[in-house]
């Protein structure tokens, strides 16, 4: 069936919520998961820790954000690699995804990214790995061509190519498998801007809501880095911090941990 077909009552009945869902017509392949831009809240925080880092509140994003590539220059490429975590106990109920992507924050057209899924439901765990070129729907790589467990190490490679085209790479470094996809942007208006470049875990919308945020422990990025049009290959020491704010809770505790590695704890 048709996501558009199974939503449309509820895209009536939300619609304050469920803004950021694609337009009709994308597609609907996957498990109806999907991506959002960055919903920044409240002011960022320069004040409140020693290493001078600007931590900026998010509904839906944490981890490190490369807000601006150097003047003149544009991101075409954001790489990062993690472990996958194990989840918590059968019995709770809640998911989370980790990923690596370009643009979504403060340049919203249009996200080119991929990464991993983890939810937990009742007894059922499970993982997923996954692309999308928001505003697009996610789209799941079958677990046959890349299957997905907790202990993993998995790479992901974001490179654009042009501003409506780019492949997606997920590399397991324990096994070396890899998947590779070139893609398109799914509509005329969805460009990239090369503006940010990101290494994320996100509260993610499945069905037109935000799923409950499942404890994934703590996920570190390594071998971070993003590259530009001139070549120019820059950490994370620059990028802000994202943590996750929902009913002025904060969810997420996120450190740069090096110039290549960033940490980011559910809290
Ligand atoms: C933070 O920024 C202030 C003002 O620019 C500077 O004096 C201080 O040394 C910086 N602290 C660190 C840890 O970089
Ligand atoms: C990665 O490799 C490990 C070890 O061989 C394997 O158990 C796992 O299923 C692989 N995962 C992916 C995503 O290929
Ligand atoms: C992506 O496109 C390039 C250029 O056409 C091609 O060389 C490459 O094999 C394609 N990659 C995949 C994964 O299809
Ligand atoms: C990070 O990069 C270094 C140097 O290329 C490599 O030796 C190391 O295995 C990488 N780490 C992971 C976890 O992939
Ligand atoms: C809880 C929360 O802030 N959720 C936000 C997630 O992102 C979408 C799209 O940016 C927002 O519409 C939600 O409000």
Redesign the pocket.
């Known amino acids: 069936m048709k996501l558009s077909t199974v939503l449309s009552g509820s895209v009536l009945i939300f619609a304050p919520?469920?803004?950021?869902l694609p337009p009709r017509g994308l597609s609907d392949r996957g498990s109806k998961r999907h991506s959002?831009?960055?919903?920044r809240?409240e002011e960022p925080d320069t004040a409140s820790n020693s290493a001078n880092t600007t931590i900026q509140y998010?509904?839906?994003w944490s981890g490190a954000v490369l807000v601006s590539p150097p003047s003149g220059e544009i991101f075409n490429s954001a790489i990062g690699t993690f472990t996958v975590p194990s989840m918590p106990p059968a019995g709770s109920n809640g998911a989370a995804a980790a990923w690596v992507g370009i643009d979504g924050d403060t340049f919203?057209t249009a996200i080119l990214q991929a990464g991993v899924y983890f939810s937990v439901s009742g007894d059922t765990v499970q993982y997923g790995a996954w692309y999308e070129w928001w505003p697009d729907y996610a789209t799941d790589i079958d677990t046959d061509d890349f299957p997905v467990s907790a202990g993993d190490v998995i790479t992901v490679n974001i490179e654009a190519t042009s501003n409506s085209e780019g492949t997606v790479t997920l590399i397991n470094e324990s096994a070396g498998m890899h998947f590779a996809i070139n893609l398109t942007s799914p509509t005329k208006l969805s460009y990239l801007g090369g503006q940010n470049a990101e290494w994320i875990i996100e509260?993610y919308?499945q069905n037109g809501g935000?799923v409950p945020l499942a404890n994934w422990g703590t996920v570190t990025f390594v071998n971070a880095s993003a590259s530009t049009s001139a070549n120019n290959k820059l950490g994370l020491g620059d990028a802000t911090i994202f943590d996750?704010?929902?009913?002025n809770d904060i969810m997420t505790s996120v450190t740069i941990d090096s110039d290549s590695s960033v940490s980011i704890s559910y809290a």
């Open positions: 919520l469920t803004s950021a959002n831009p960055s919903f809240i998010s509904g839906n919203a509260d919308t935000l996750i704010e929902q009913y």
